[in-house]
């Protein structure tokens, strides 16, 4: 005689939890990332942040646009010529994101050369700027290079988890100094 009732299996029922109602300062259809920076625009001024004059930019520039901008405005200093540079990268001396860029002169063979960022402690300004934004979106080395491959820069650089301790060293020289302002005050 069979069974009447099954043992270890019990129909499960689902019970919703209620949903609390929108506050009137909150909208219900937007995503707590977009609260997140709503909230945190005050923090940081983008236009303040980009000022020429606080810090180095950083552009992307294409060498062509460069080369033809150098020849409509530039005159040689040896030669006293116009129209006469070729302006080149010098892909030996690429360091990541940095690069040495060189002005030739094709009359007289002057030249004048100069690298794409400021030198820093920890390498070059704009590898670890690069270093610190993919860190702050949430990326890493892998991430770093697809966007590299895809935007036709350079690689990034081969040290990219070295210039992690530079940015952690200095998180954690803001957050102490933070920490003993808040409890002065």
Do not use: W
Request: glycine content about 4%; some cysteine; proline content about 4%.
């Amino acid at each position: 005689m069979p069974r009447t009732k099954t043992f270890g299996h019990q129909k499960r029922r689902l019970i919703r939890k209620k949903t609390s109602v929108c506050v009137a300062s909150e909208k219900c259809d937007v995503s707590s990332s977009k609260k997140k920076i709503e909230k945190s625009k005050g923090y940081f001024d983008y236009e303040d942040n980009f000022s020429a004059e606080s810090q180095s930019r950083f552009v992307i520039i294409d060498l062509n646009m460069l080369n033809d901008s150098f020849n409509n405005i530039a005159k040689c200093r040896y030669c006293d010529r116009s129209f006469c540079f070729d302006v080149a990268e010098n892909k030996s001396s690429r360091r990541g994101l940095a690069s040495s860029i060189s002005a030739t002169c094709k009359y007289c063979g002057s030249s004048h050369g100069s690298m794409t960022s400021n030198s820093v402690p920890a390498g070059y300004e704009v590898n670890l700027r690069f270093v610190y934004g993919m860190r702050c979106i949430g990326i890493g080395k892998s991430a770093a290079q697809t966007f590299c491959a895809l935007m036709n820069l350079p690689p990034p650089p081969a040290k990219f988890e070295r210039l992690y301790t530079p940015i952690f060293n200095a998180l954690e020289t803001a957050s102490s100094r933070s920490m003993l302002y808040y409890i002065a005050y």
